[in-house]
């Protein structure tokens, strides 16, 4: 599919349930998301000139509550929001527990300039992009 594809197809599932969504990242970054626990961390990826940046929305999720690896070229995000104890609620939208994202990281990537930071409730991951993947400008003469 050509990139216009996909956007028409993005517009027309952004009124589908969310699974479509999931589906047409899919299609672009590989196995995005593994959720169990009824809740969700929507994520943006986007890139710099020489760094990829990855956001994850974690609200409620402590520093302690979030993970993040790379292995083998997949980045993957483990998230823990808990359920307060003591509380019965009328009305809950809100979910709780562990959920998992997954996302392929390209092989221009330096997987050792891996940095993550936890800032009001979004979690921020970037990558700096191997010197050989940069854009090289050449000096006229």
Partial sequence: MTNATHRNR???????????????????????ASV?????????VWEAEDRLHVEVDAPGVARDGAEVTYDKGTLTVTLKRSRPEGREYHHNERGF?????????????????????????????????????????????
Wanted: aromatic residues 4%; negative net charge.
């Fill in 36 to 44: 169990t626990t009824g809740w969700r961390a929507p994520a943006s």
């Fill in 97 to 141: 527990g562990e959920l998992t994202r997954t996302l392929a990281l390209p092989d221009t990537v330096d997987p050792d300039s891996l940095e993550a930071e936890l800032t009001d409730g979004v979690l921020h991951v970037s990558v700096a992009k191997r010197p050989e993947a940069l854009p090289k400008r050449v000096e006229l003469k």
């Fill in 10 to 32: 993005l517009r027309q599932c952004a009124s589908s349930p969310l699974s479509e969504v999931d589906s047409l990242v899919q299609q672009f970054f590989g196995p995005v």
